[in-house]
């Protein structure tokens, strides 16, 4: 499957301004320290204590005095949001990596550190603030943390950077944790958190995917057959929230679908491979296509509104994946795209489920990017020439940014990582499809 080159939207590009746009607006040093980095868990335009991304010179002292950097240690701290932010810069790594590892390859200019240089300052920074360890009350948490830090490790070994062992150490720590939730009780599964009254496929998938992608392969399968006898809705082909015993020691299945939920199943099963787990990657994304899905106007300018007049005024609607508002909510979709642009791309499943995801994420992508807003005036007053070029992105792909976040309004990060993650997933598609032609 390919798109006509001329209808090919630029999605390295398109990927590189989302990266900028978050890394200006959020990205900060964790106290002014110099090696670290991490994202301010929201923005506005209003708030000059908000504007990570400022281009204001200012010592570490005066900083400090300031109050910015101190008020920022008491603000919620969101520790799986960081872990994203992570996964997204080392996509964008493999961008750079791409273009062959140059100064002048880097997303925000040669005199920019590079995202892998970026990502492992994250890396140092999240444990700062994390009390100086990487271990959370959240074995899900953790689990998107070692998988950020193991995909890392590989771009660090492919491009010679150092930082190797500092990310084995990660893992290492975070494998102890993983092996003591995965447990009998329930019939299997991993625990969600310390309280260890509930096992869910948020922390199932994720660590299932992980132990896939170090070794641990029959570990991995077995997680993956637990999903399946406990968590998997046949009715609608999805995996359901979670189990937990009540007081009365009674098994209480929790039904909610989440969108991001599916993700990290199916990288789970595509990593592992093998007939009856391909076979059910198909049928995971034929169920996303039919229950995930909302409808939304083609973009203008997209293949469908130009085929002619009338589709240019009024253009069919498309599906595009759910978005399921801010907070932690906020990452959903983006995670899902991350992980459906792996099955967009894998040569082992059939034609009809490689062009139903990678559809699904091309053209969520082309939704997010097309209801982009610049900055307003009064809120690029004082940033960097960065800052003052980003864009800010819809926490909801079928609605503009400009409704769901006016100017002056405070934006999560978690929604604007949602939206790199989107166009990073289109981005990868089209690079994988470009080589297969060329093949």
């Known amino acids: 499957m390919t798109l006509p080159d001329a ?13 900028r746009s978050v890394t200006a607006l959020f990205g900060r040093k964790l106290l002014l320290l110099p090696g670290t980095h991490l994202g301010a868990v929201s923005w506005s335009g209003r708030s000059p204590s908000g504007r990570s991304g400022s281009g204001r010179a200012a010592g570490w002292l005066e900083g400090l005095i300031q109050g910015n950097a101190i008020r920022a240690l008491f603000q919620p701290w969101h520790y799986w949001w960081q872990a994203h932010y992570v996964d997204c810069l080392v996509d964008t790594g493999r961008r750079e990596l791409g273009g ?17 240089r970026l990502a492992s300052r994250l890396v140092t920074g999240i444990r700062l603030r994390n009390a100086f360890t990487f271990v959370n009350n959240y074995y899900d948490d953790m689990a998107w943390l070692a998988l950020a830090t193991e995909r890392l490790d590989r771009l660090a070994g492919e ?6 062992r500092r990310n084995a150490a990660v893992r290492k720590s975070l494998a102890l944790q993983f092996d003591s939730a995965a447990t009998t009780d329930l019939g299997g599964g991993v625990f969600w958190s310390k309280a260890r009254d509930f096992k869910n496929t948020p922390a199932t998938a994720p660590i299932a995917l992980f132990y896939a992608r170090t070794g641990r392969q029959a570990k991995a399968q077995a997680l993956l057959d637990w999903l399946d006898a406990t968590l998997f809705d ?20 929790e039904r909610t679908v989440y969108t991001y939920n599916q993700g990290p199943v199916l990288g789970a099963l595509l990593e592992l491979g093998g007939e009856e787990n391909l076979a059910r990657v198909a049928a995971v994304v ?12 083609a973009a203008p300018g997209s293949p469908e509104s130009a085929e002619s007049p009338e589709s240019a005024e009024s253009p069919e609607p498309r599906r ?3 978005c399921d508002g801010n907070g932690d909510g906020g990452l959903f979709t983006g995670i899902l795209c991350r992980y459906l642009a792996l099955a967009a791309t894998e040569q082992k499943l059939p034609e009809a489920t490689r ?12 939704a997010f990017w097309a209801g982009r807003r610049p900055l307003a005036p009064e809120e690029s007053a004082g940033l960097s020439p960065a800052g003052r070029n980003a864009s800010i992105f819809s926490l909801h792909a079928a609605r503009r940014a400009g409704e769901t976040y006016p100017p002056g309004a405070a934006v999560e990060l978690s929604t604007q990582l949602q939206a790199w ?19």
């Not at 209808?7 to 990266?19: M, S």
């Not at 034929?286 to 106007?297: F, I, S």
């Open 355 to 366: 062009e139903t995801a990678a559809r699904l994420v091309l053209d969520t992508a082309e």
């Open 234 to 253: 046949a009715d609608r082909g999805l995996y359901l929230d979670g189990v937990r015993l009540n007081p009365a020691d009674e098994v209480v299945l």
């Open 421 to 439: 993650m989107a166009l990073e997933a289109a981005a990868a598609i089209a690079d994988r499809w470009d080589a297969a032609a060329a093949a």
């Open 286 to 297: 034929a169920a996303v296509d039919r229950h995930l899905t909302v409808a939304t106007p």
């Open 100 to 116: 062959g590892a140059t100064p002048a390859a880097r997303f925000n200019g040669p005199d920019r550190p590079s995202a892998g």
């Open 7 to 19: 209808a090919r939207p630029q999605w390295h590009d398109r990927a590189n301004h989302a990266a």
């Open 159 to 164: 491009t010679r950077r150092p930082g190797r």
């Open 320 to 322: 595009i994946l759910r």
